[in-house]
């Protein structure tokens, strides 16, 4: 059974950082794109980050480019959300997703992903 896991969530300073993880377990992972998501309360989702199946093509959205990593370690099934700079805008619970895809694309729209985790809660205050 395919299995999303976020971890690494948890209340920082505004101008801290922290990183998020998200292990995956049943099924190829390295044929999947993986997005991040976040919600924040009384707000739509919004897709923050993703990246192809290879590692090769990344998106950010224009809230966190410049402060935000994406990353993924094929070998160990697990992708990284490093998140420097942080803003109180930035609280919300943190997703991570995925759908079988390119190599050399990935794409935000929430619609396109089949598989999510259960998210964990990201707080930026003072």
């Known amino acids: 059974q395919s299995q999303l896991v976020e971890s690494g969530g948890g209340l920082v300073q505004p101008g801290g950082s922290l990183r998020l993880s998200c292990a995956a377990s049943?099924?190829?992972?390295?044929?999947?794109?993986i997005g991040w998501f976040r919600q924040a309360p009384g707000k739509e989702r919004e897709g923050v980050s993703c990246?192809?199946?290879?590692?090769?093509?990344?998106k950010y959205s224009d809230s966190v480019k410049g402060r935000f990593t994406i990353s993924r370690d094929n070998a160990k099934n697990t992708v990284y959300l490093q998140m420097n700079s942080l803003k109180p805008e930035d609280t919300g619970v943190y997703y991570c997703?995925?759908?079988?895809?390119?190599?050399?694309?990935?794409?935000?729209?929430?619609?396109?992903?089949?598989?999510w985790g259960q998210g964990t809660q990201v707080t930026v205050s003072s």
């Open positions: 997703a995925t759908y079988w895809g390119s190599e050399t694309f990935c794409s935000t729209r929430s619609d396109w992903y089949t598989n």
């Open positions: 049943g099924f190829t992972f390295n044929y999947y794109t």
């Open positions: 990246i192809a199946s290879s590692g090769g093509s990344t």
